[in-house]
């Protein structure tokens, strides 16, 4: 497996949400990342993949509801989300992709 594709194993998705939008304010992308990923390996993946340097990462992990589905119980997976702060002078445009 290339390192390229490591990465997008690492970084699942951006979050697009009013919350993020106003992070992104302060210079901080929120990315949803695998359960397993620790900070190290998503600043590294972050800096790859966009060619941007990274000030912090916070992360977060939200526990999966319990939903009922057709009359039976369900459970949504947990997520893990990232904020990834960038050093000035970075951006990440979000909504044109990758």
Do not use: C, W
């Not at 951006?14 to 992308?29: D, F, I, L, R, W």
């Not at 941007?52 to 992360?59: E, L």
């Not at 999966?64 to 000035?88: H, I, P």
């Amino acid at each position: 497996m290339s390192a390229k594709a490591q990465h997008y194993d690492v970084i699942r998705k951006p979050v697009v949400t009013e919350k993020a939008t106003m992070a992104s304010e302060n210079g901080a992308v929120v990315f949803e990342v695998a359960i397993a990923s620790s900070k190290p390996q998503i600043k590294e993946a972050v800096e790859a993949l966009f060619g941007v340097k990274v000030k912090a990462v916070n992360t977060t992990i939200t526990k999966g509801k319990n939903k009922r589905f057709r009359g039976t119980m369900g459970t949504r997976k947990d997520v893990k989300k990232a904020y990834v702060t960038l050093e000035e002078g970075n951006t990440i445009d979000v909504s044109t992709g990758l």
